[in-house]
């Protein structure tokens, strides 16, 4: 994922990511962010495009 320890802890509490805890340790499903990377990586993908339109619209190119 490349982000940092803190990030992905505030993901997993704000459930973006399905976690369950054994101890004190959260463990994830491999599945689980294989699907959160992929959902992200399609939204970051569509938010390119629309702004690549926008600036192409706008003549900034």
Known sequence: MNVSRPHVVK???????????????RRVFLKDLIDYISVNHEAREKALDELAQLSQSLGMY
Do not use: R, Y
Not at 12 to 23: D, F, N, T
């Open 11 to 25: 993901l997993l509490e704000q459930g973006e990511i399905p976690h369950h805890k054994v101890g004190t340790h």
